[in-house]
């Protein structure tokens, strides 16, 4: 195969590529090879000379775009003609990166392409410059070190002052792509005091094509810069913008909305001083867009702008407008003979979901008039594919196709994607509504759970099943709350009533199973039972739900096992070494880990009946897969169920610690992060038990090794599984320091060290919420192995509080305390401790 690859086949389709008369030709050649690349990744890798020769003819389809710049800076993005060689070049590029990165051969794709990028650029002209920022771009999301991903940022930079507009358009373009998948490292606040200026300037930029492009690159790259960063540079941008607002073209305006709202996320309640010279105009745009039915786009991107705005000046600042703009939102769905692909039905819901989350109680009186119009979407659903519906669709539809079995009939079924966008977004919206208002929903929770029970068989998309199960959770949160035990009731039995037989008919079936289905019922069970709490079920359900969940982890493992010597029994001389499992067997997995999780949902409100009627299950579990011996995903299924045991049962468990906890602790240093994380996890819940004292020493040397040498390693994307682990090793540190101080007395300097060096967490945020407020609630008690002799530590304590202050790693409270601790530590007294603060 590799010899007559490399001799016939790949010389013969690269001359057709590269030269054939007809593009058509040129690309049908170029797809075969990628194709087969795809097909057989690591074979291909091996032929000499086929990555190179590919990419090369990719690379020079790049070049083939049009001359004349005059003509394209007068076209609009949208309505541009495309240029066929050159897209089919970057999708080229695309495709043989990913499935060389997927079997870890992309650093053939980089050396291949690290000499060409530089020759493009040197060549001197603006195709080849276009060519080279096109090849960054497609490569960027594979790249995976931060000093070459910066080192192309820099020369992406240096085009956006090209002195051709499509040259700058396409640096705008790579921007964009840099951000979205390296949004950390080139929003950094360094890169963005560079950045941001550009971007000031590109609102200038002297074509209006490039102006476009640099404020759609604008709202992924703005969506990731820091508050504090972004907020220098919000008043220019917004004097700019504001009088595009008012003047500018119409392709120019709709993205000035879209600029506007990032900003207007980003900034939150900084956001506010534009609230009383921004709201007059977009109102009166929106009442102007109202019934042109050819602006549709651009009125939904108004409403979500005054969404956003609403929520920099949150429910008193945005009272006086609601009703005006909840009735605008209302009628704006209302007009006649609306397409199903409608844009404003999909920013109208969003932004009812935001002003929702903005107004919270007060949103409640709009409930009863919107709800009716979102509940309905639950009633769209697929149909059989035959002549009569699919004549029902236009010839420019998107369609959803799925394959169901009913009553030993094959059934091809058929959705507008449109249809499919509506369902989610209503069932999405309602999540929202639910989930904001909590206990106040009460009052709508029949009306919504009998619309709901509609998307349960829903059979295109299992994240809208998903989403319907997390709504019909959150529902017996309200009831609960709301005081309904009786709805509550209905709710987890007819729930259980329509899910249980899912699982229930598994054990015969394993060979022909719904992994990706089962999971999503497993997750829904999850959910229901965590939030209906407890004292809702018999031992009899407890036990049965907790059987039949080990029953479908058995069929699984069942079909894992048939997979396995299936491919064994077929797999071919010339096969790939090492092949990897298919789609099934990670959905495989996924339903494993679900199963647990449901028996994990058992254990929180029922543990005294879980004890008596499930414990048996759980350990035979633990005991056939915590050995060493046992595959790794099976030990982590065992650790996972561990973890649950420790946090829910508590005391009541620590009897069958042997079994398990010396497997744990051990695996703390497991080679595998998935091991090493539920494992440091684990060992955090077991130190809050003041039997876990004999093995506190230990267990805290082991854990200060993890922390010590993933703090100093690699910072790169791919090394973020590891540093969770030490996020969690950290949890269990500060819990051993704590719960055992007695026992670890003459390390607890050491252990305290050692976390604290640890902080920030990186990864994690869960642990990060946890440890930060631990460090908060330390240094308020002035801990002095926290603060070091004479505060001498207190210039790192801020700088590690300074660093999570109102991200995703503190929590609204200790983003609190940590203002009011700066605050109280005096202005004199910051700018001595300034010059020592890490950067």
């Given amino acids: ?257 879209t600029f506007i709202a990032v900003l207007a996320g980003q900034m939150e309640d900084g956001f506010a001083q534009y609230y009383g010279p921004l709201m007059p105009v977009l109102k009166s745009l929106v009442q102007t867009l109202l019934h042109k039915s050819e602006e549709r786009m651009l009125l939904g991107k108004t409403l979500e702008c005054i969404s956003l705005l609403a929520a920099s000046v949150g429910t008193e600042g945005f009272k006086g407008d609601a009703e ?106 309602v999540h929202t509504f639910v989930e904001e208002l909590g206990k106040m929903y009460a009052p709508f929770v029949a009306q919504t759970a009998h619309a709901l029970l509609l998307v349960f068989d829903f059979s295109m998309a299992e994240e809208i099943r998903n989403m319907a199960f997390e709504t019909w959770g959150l529902l017996c949160e309200a009831a609960r709350e709301g005081g309904q035990g009786d709805v509550l009731g209905q709710l987890v039995h007819e729930f259980l009533k329509r899910i249980l037989p899912k699982f229930e008919n598994v054990s015969g079936e394993a060979a022909t199973m719904d992994q990706e289905g089962l999971k999503t019922a497993a997750d829904g069970v999850t959910v229901c039972l965590k939030k209906a709490g407890g004292g809702i079920l018999s031992a009899e359900q407890v036990g049965h739900i907790c059987k ?124 595998s992060p998935a091991i090493r994380q539920p494992a440091c996890y684990g060992t955090s819940l077991a130190a809050k038990d003041p039997a876990f004292a004999p093995m506190a020493q230990s267990a805290a040397s082991s854990l200060s090794q993890l922390v010590k040498q993933t703090r100093s390693g690699s910072k790169k994307k791919s090394e973020r599984p590891a540093q969770a682990c030490a996020d969690n090793a950290l949890s269990a540190l500060a819990e051993i320091a704590m719960t055992h101080q007695q026992t670890v007395a003459a390390a607890e300097a050491e252990i305290w060290g050692v976390w604290l060096d640890g902080l920030p967490c990186q990864a994690d945020e869960e642990e990060g919420i946890k440890n930060h407020r631990t460090l908060l609630r330390l240094v308020q008690a002035e801990k002095p192995q926290i603060l070091g002799d004479g505060g001498a530590r207190l210039p790192q304590v801020l700088s590690i509080l300074v660093d999570v202050y109102k991200t995703p790693m503190a929590d609204q409270d200790t983003s609190k305390g940590i203002g009011q601790l700066v605050v109280s530590i005096g202005e004199q007294r910051l700018e001595q401790l300034a010059q020592q603060l890490k950067e």
């Fill in 324 to 429: 005006g703009i909840m009735q605008i939102m209302i009628q704006a769905t209302q007009v006649p003979n609306l397409p199903s692909n409608d844009p404003v039905k999909e920013y109208m819901l969003e932004a009812s979901q935001r002003i929702c989350a903005t107004m919270k109680g007060d949103f409640l009186p709009f409930v009863p008039h919107i709800l009716p119009g979102i509940l309905e979407k639950f009633t769209l659903s697929p149909k059989e594919y035959n002549q009569d519906t699919i004549g029902k669709f236009a010839d420019e539809d998107e369609v959803n196709l799925s394959i169901t079995e009913e009553n030993g009939k094959i059934k091809v079924m058929i959705m507008s994607t449109s249809e499919v966008e509506d369902l989610q977004n209503a069932v999405a919206c």
């Fill in 1 to 257: 195969f590799k010899d007559s690859m490399a001799a016939g086949l790949l010389p013969v389709l690269s001359t057709i590529a590269k030269s054939h008369k007809e593009e058509e030709t040129q690309k049908l050649a170029l797809e075969a090879l990628v194709s087969i690349a795809e097909g057989k990744p690591k074979a291909i890798a091996k032929v000499p000379g086929f990555v190179p020769q590919v990419l090369e003819v990719a690379v020079s389809f790049l070049m083939h775009i049009g001359d004349d710049v005059d003509a394209w800076a007068q076209e609009d993005d949208d309505e541009a003609e495309d240029e066929d060689l050159y897209t089919n070049g970057k999708e080229v590029i695309d495709r043989l990166s990913r499935c060389m990165a997927s079997n870890d051969k992309f650093p053939l794709v980089m050396e291949t392409l690290k000499p060409a990028i530089a020759n493009l650029f040197s060549a001197g002209s603006w195709k080849p410059t276009i060519a080279g920022l096109a090849v960054m771009s497609q490569i960027a999301e594979f790249v995976d070190d931060e000093a070459t991903i910066l080192q192309m940022l820099g020369a992406v930079q240096a085009q956006l002052r090209a002195e051709n507009p499509r040259v700058r358009h396409a640096a705008w373009s790579a921007v964009a792509q840099f951000a979205e998948d390296h949004g950390e490292a080139v929003t950094t606040e360094a890169l963005a005091a560079q950045l941001l200026p550009a971007f000031l300037a590109g609102l200038d930029d002297s074509c209006q094509r490039v102006q476009v492009r640099c404020m759609e690159a604008f709202q992924v790259y703005g969506s990731e810069v820091e508050r504090e960063v972004i907020e220098p540079f919000v008043q220019p941008m917004m004097a700019n913008l504001g009088h595009k607002l008012q003047s500018s073209p119409l392709p120019v305006q709709k993205k000035t909305i």
């Fill in 548 to 671: 039949v969940a080990f029953e479908t982890l058995g069929a699984s493992l069942k079909v894992r096992d048939a997979d396995e010597q299936c491919r064994k029994a077929t797999r071919s001389a010339d096969e790939e070494d090492g092949e990897k499992g298919d789609d099934n067997e990670e959905e495989g997995v996924n339903l494993r880990i679900a199963c647990c999780e449901m028996v994990g949902a058992l254990m929180q409100h029922h543990a005294d009946i879980f004890m008596a009627e499930c414990l048996s299950l759980c350990m035979q579990l633990v005991a056939q897969f915590i050995p060493t011996t046992s595959r790794w995903e099976d030990r982590r299924l065992a650790i996972f169920v561990c973890c649950d045991m420790l946090e829910h049962l508590g005391a009541r468990i620590t009897p069958q610690w042997p079994q398990f906890m010396p497997q744990m602790l051990q695996d703390v240093l497991h080679q």
